[in-house]
């Protein structure tokens, strides 16, 4: 199987730590509206769908009126401070410089708006990624393969060539619409359990299990195309014998 040629990654919860902030944000919007405040870990599942996503996930209570006014305070509040406490996760530039020097290009899609995806992106990634993309009117949110496509068709790179790092489910379904490999990560938004049960075949755990993603991911589909072959031969050779048996 070849090498590949290029990564897409997701931006929050895979490279980039953002969880404190967007905390921080939520329930400063909250308290303009009365609403209990939420800890990170409650936060937690309700990322990776966009900022109404968020919005509706954290408070599914509150009407829509509310939801969307929500919405537009926590988007103008939180992209004024969308580097305050937002930093790579440990070891994600030296990965990146690695996977850069190995001769791979790469790209960010993120569900998060345009502006401060390029605000982060230039602070925290442009010596590395080729380029990041955000929300747009031009792209359907993820799970849509939009944003992903659009990236290859930047990178010059065909689906086949390239693989999705993310740290979710919503990750996974991305991966699966744009017919992509897919390795999930656990130090995002989603524990362990989660991932297995969104079918993530190559689960990386560690820095240097992520440098390894192309590697692993290959090696996973190695595997399961040489049980393929062996199923096939098994049942070959079973049509063969029962066909010598009725000849005698």
């Known amino acids: 199987m ?6 897409v990654f997701d931006m929050d919860g895979t490279v980039l730590d953002t969880l404190d902030e967007l905390t921080k944000s939520l329930n400063y919007v909250f308290a303009r509206h009365g609403l209990p405040s939420m800890t990170q870990k409650a936060i937690r599942p309700c ?33 004024a401070r969308c580097q305050t406490t937002t930093f790579p996760y440990p070891g994600i530039p030296q990965v990146l410089g690695r996977l850069k020097a190995a001769g791979y290009h790469m790209a960010i899609v993120s569900n998060k708006g345009q502006g401060a995806v390029s ?5 925290y990634f442009k010596d590395f990624v080729d380029f990041s993309l955000g929300e747009t009117p031009m792209y359907r949110k993820k799970p849509a393969p939009d944003m992903v496509w659009e990236a290859l068709k ?8 390239a693989i999705y790092v993310g740290d979710s489910e919503v990750d996974k379904q991305t991966a699966d619409n744009a ?7 656990t130090w995002g938004f989603r524990d362990r359990d989660v991932l297995v049960n969104a079918g ?16 692993l991911v290959c090696n996973f589909l190695e595997k399961i195309l040489a049980l ?21």
């Open 228 to 248: 393929k072959q062996e199923r096939t031969m098994n049942v070959l050779q079973k049509n063969r014998k029962r066909g010598q048996d009725m000849e005698l």
């Open 179 to 185: 017919g992509l490999d897919a390795a999930l990560v």
């Open 47 to 79: 990322l990776g769908f966009g900022y109404d996503g968020f919005i509706d996930k954290a408070a599914p209570q509150a009407p829509e009126a509310l939801r969307r006014t929500m919405t537009k305070e926590f988007i103008a509040y939180y992209s």
């Open 200 to 215: 993530a075949e190559t689960i990386c755990d560690s820095m240097d299990a992520l440098y390894r993603a192309p590697e």
């Open 119 to 123: 605000e982060l992106h230039d602070e």
């Open 154 to 161: 930047r990178l010059g790179c065909a689906k086949e060539d």
């Open 2 to 7: 070849e090498k590949y040629k290029a990564i």
